[in-house]
């Protein structure tokens, strides 16, 4: 068998280095930020008295830059499938995300987890590692294979944790 040759890799070649549970900062614009608000606070609530949050269901249809800005952190294939915003506050209940796994479903889910906006730290877990959020920060993990959650807090009034779920799938 002959040699193969493999030329060097150039820097600009190696993208889409995809990262579970590790803290990525600084992910969208001004302006993209800007966008997200207006979807945030002008989509239908859902109450999830549970988890003392409310959920706005956005579902795929997001901007193309914001789309691609999510897809960037991701291998080749993954493809998002579903946005939900969501705001922890004693307004909806008890803010609290005991440990737990995601329910399988019939494809493997990754979770873009990113901090939209909070006036307290709170932070986020999986697989026994936490990260303190900040606004502007992600996460992405395997919501269905890694044990997840964020600790017991005291939420006092005016205290706010709102998010956004990225929710993506190999196609
Ligand atoms: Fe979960």
Known sequence: MGLIYFP???????????ELNKLIK??????QIGYLRD?????ETHLCQERG????????????????KVK?????????YHVTYSEYSPDHGIPN?????????????LTFDY??????????????ICHDMKDNDALIFDPQNMDHLRPPRDFKPGDY???????????
């Open 97 to 109: 995300l005991p440990e737990h796994r995601d329910p399988k479903y019939d494809h493997t889910s």
């Open 53 to 68: 949050r409310n959920d706005v269901f956005i579902g795929p249809d997001i901007r193309q830059d914001i789309k691609d």
């Open 26 to 31: 600084n992910v969208f614009t001004e302006e």
């Open 39 to 43: 979807i945030a606070f002008n989509g």
């Open 161 to 171: 944790v709102r998010v956004f779920f990225f929710f993506l799938k190999k196609v």
């Open 115 to 128: 901090q939209f906006e909070a006036n307290v730290i709170w932070p986020m877990c999986a697989e026994g």
């Open 72 to 80: 960037s952190y991701f291998d080749e294939g993954y493809e998002l």
């Open 8 to 18: 060097p890799q150039n820097n600009a070649d190696i993208i889409n280095i995809m």
